[in-house]
T-cell receptor, first 115, second 114 residues
Framework: AQSVTQLGSHVSVSEGALVLLRCNYSSSVPPYLFWYVQYPNQGLQLLLK??????LVKGINDFEAEFKKSETSFHLTKPSAHMSDAAEYFCAVSDRTGGGNKLTFGTGTQLKVEL | EPEVTQTPSHQVTQMGQEVILRCVPI?????FYWYRQILGQKVEFLVSFYNNEISEKSEIFDDQFSVERPDGSNFTLKIRSTKLEDSAMYFC????????????FGSGTRLTVV
């Protein structure tokens, strides 16, 4: 079964600093990979997705993620944090084989942005 | 931008009562899902629905749960006899296809069982 590990349940950065949120997956076949963001009292919004077209994926709000097969990672980055980026971020995978489309989520990383 | 709409946003129910959570998926989407998130925990898959039948369900989705697409636009999740541990945020989602498409999620229904 697919699994996703997000290192660091809480990450705190200063405004303007680099954001790095870590995600590792476990699968012998690279899955489809997604990052979702959840603002307080809201639903899950898709930030970006990896579908094998390119290893560096750009998403909304200047977020990007790089797929590294050798490290089974899909870390999320943003060059300069804004206060409005404070939210919970979820990495998720979808099995590429068998036509299944269930999403398996990581436990989430709460991003705090400080002045 | 098209949205997935969920109603109500918050529902409080007594233990043992039946609840129906409602969702209107994006109109041209073919796949529909329910997920839940217990407070402080990760988002968990409940069920996927395609072509008017369940395509996959998790072990959480036992006989107390059912889904229905009664009229071609709504997609409902029914919990027959609620338990305290059913308290959670329930998210509906829809997608055009499988795998590569990703989902569009609704804003959720917070279910509180008392």
């Amino acid at each position: 079964a697919q699994s996703v590990t997000q290192l660091g349940s809480h990450v705190s950065v200063s405004e303007g600093a680099l954001v790095l949120l870590r995600c590792n997956y476990s699968s012998s076949v690279p899955p489809y990979l997604f990052w979702y963001v959840q603002y307080p009292n809201q639903g899950l919004q898709l930030l970006l997705k990896y579908t094998s077209a390119a290893t560096l994926v750009k998403g909304i709000n200047d977020f990007e993620a790089e797929f590294k097969k050798s490290e089974t990672s899909f870390h999320l980055t943003k060059p300069s944090a804004h206060m409005s980026d404070a939210a919970e971020y979820f990495c998720a995978v979808s099995d590429r084989t068998g036509g299944g489309n269930k999403l398996t989520f990581g436990t989430g990383t709460q991003l705090k942005v400080e002045l | 931008e098209p949205e997935v709409t969920q109603t109500p946003s918050h529902q409080v129910t007594q233990m043992g009562q039946e609840v129906i959570l409602r969702c209107v998926p994006i109109s041209n989407h073919l796949y529909f899902y329910w997920y839940r998130q217990i407070l402080g925990q990760k988002v968990e898959f409940l069920v996927s629905f395609y072509n008017n039948e369940i395509s996959e369900k998790s072990e959480i989705f036992d006989d107390q749960f059912s889904v229905e697409r009664p009229d071609g636009s709504n997609f409902t999740l029914k919990i027959r006899s609620t338990k305290l541990e059913d308290s959670a945020m329930y998210f509906c989602a829809s997608s055009e296809g499988t795998g590569v498409y990703g989902y569009t999620f609704g804003s959720g229904t917070r279910l509180t069982v008392v």
